[in-house]
């Protein structure tokens, strides 16, 4: 469900290894032959200890942090630690009309900041007008809300809400309930200054209709917002965004959950308040 200004066409790094070491069995000689003498057997023995510790050697050496500044090429398209790995900043206690705010002045700022609009901007909140208010004040810098609350009263008009189930205050029919809930991947800060920054947040999200009479069952999405944040009052506000699709993994197999377990998962499960 496209939220932003427009929506695009569509378009990890990790993992483990173990090695094991397997040595010779006792019962004789590695290779087949008699079981020679003593001083052979040491020989071997030796040899055994050598091969073993060159291997640990190789493996430690194959396993550092990849810091040789002498290497050449690969590293420049490695993604920084600070583009992947949490900061361990504490998420803002500030709240104000349900919204976190009061991010901090910096690029982690920023990312949070991002994060946490994203969700607010593709929620069922933002399908009724008078909460989808709320969220204009809140969300954006000052001298935008009226050209950004005229479009999303446009784009959330009575006939689109209706060809989603809902009538024209964005609620469901009883025995309905529609599903908006979007989960930040990570974030991007693609650009910063002390006034104002772009950030992209890959997301994913269920969107649809839960309920036994539903012709838009919940299903999942996969999506990136684009936020440009300005610094306006002692905190990141957004000053416009897009949305296009993707990146999208192979969908896994899981089994699809009934109506009624997607309407009680929105109403037992709250939400985050993320931190960068």
């Not at 173990?18 to 010779?24: E, G, I």
């Not at 504490?90 to 982690?108: C, L, N, T, Y």
């Not at 999303?152 to 009575?158: G, N, P, T």
Request: glycine letters at 14%.
């Amino acid at each position: 469900m496209s939220l932003g200004d427009e929506r695009e066409g569509s378009g990890g790094y990790g993992g483990t290894g173990q090695t094991r070491t397997r040595l010779p069995e006792s019962g004789g000689d590695a290779y087949g032959g008699t079981r020679r003498g003593g001083r052979s057997s040491s020989r071997s023995l030796v040899t055994v200890v050598g091969v073993v510790v060159l291997l640990i050697a190789a493996i430690a050496f194959a396993n550092r942090g990849g810091d040789d500044s002498g290497s050449a090429g690969g590293d420049e398209n490695k993604p920084k630690s600070s583009t992947t790995a949490a900061t361990g900043t504490r998420p803002v206690e500030g709240k104000a009309a349900g919204i976190p705010g009061g991010f901090a002045h910096d690029e982690q700022g920023a990312g949070s900041g991002a994060a946490n609009y994203a969700v607010t901007l593709v929620s069922a909140d933002i399908l009724q007008p008078a909460r989808r208010a709320e969220i204009v004040q809140q969300v954006f810098v000052a001298d935008k809300q009226a050209e950004l609350a005229a479009k999303l009263d446009k784009a959330y008009s009575k006939e689109f809400l209706s060809n989603i189930g809902l009538d024209e205050n964005g609620n469901a029919a009883t025995g309905n309930t529609y599903v908006s809930r979007t989960v930040p991947i990570g974030t991007r800060v693609t650009s910063y200054s002390a006034s104002a920054a772009t950030v992209e947040v890959w997301c994913t999200g269920v969107f649809g209709m839960a309920g036994e009479s539903s012709t838009n069952p919940a299903s999942s999405d996969w999506f990136t917002m684009t936020l440009q944040l300005r610094w306006a009052n002692g905190d990141w506000k957004v000053e416009s965004f897009s949305q296009k699709d993707g990146p999208t993994p192979v969908p896994g197999d899981s089994r699809a959950s009934s109506a009624d377990e997607m309407a009680k998962a929105v109403e037992e499960y709250g939400g985050f308040t993320y931190a960068r």
